[in-house]
């Protein structure tokens, strides 16, 4: 069963970057397969929202909130999901959650049906 574990969150003040990082684990080397993978994250009170996704091509999404602040990218080698964030706002205080599907179509920050889901991290932005 594979398992995914994020790390790397904090507390920041606003203007500051931060990197998450998503490692898997409990899996077969030689298996390890991920069509989409992607960042989410929630915020007390609100729903969870899609941030960045990339599927196994390398092609990436963005919300539009994050676009030119936030990178997705991931290593294959080391079947770890990064996410750096720069330019760090108060909005964006959340839990950030990973996430990872084996299954096709449409990788996209609206998809809901991953399969894998990690424990979250927290980041929180002061002003």
């Known amino acids: 069963q594979v398992q995914l574990v994020e790390s790397g969150g904090g507390s920041v003040q606003a203007g500051g970057s931060l990197r998450l990082s998503c490692a898997a684990h409990?899996?077969?080397?030689?298996?390890?397969?991920?069509?989409?993978m992607g960042w989410f994250r929630q915020a007390p009170g609100k729903e969870r929202e899609g941030v960045a996704v990339i599927d196994s091509d390398g092609s990436t999404s963005y919300a539009d909130s994050v676009k030119g602040r936030f990178t997705i990218s991931q290593d294959n080698a080391k079947n770890t999901l990064y996410l750096e964030m720069t330019s760090l706002g108060p909005e964006d205080t959340a839990m950030y959650y990973c996430a990872a599907t084996q299954r096709g179509g449409l990788c996209s920050i609206r998809r809901r049906d991953f399969g894998y889901w990690g424990q979250g991290t927290q980041v929180t932005v002061s002003s």
């Open positions: 409990g899996y077969t080397h030689s298996t390890y397969y991920m069509y989409c």
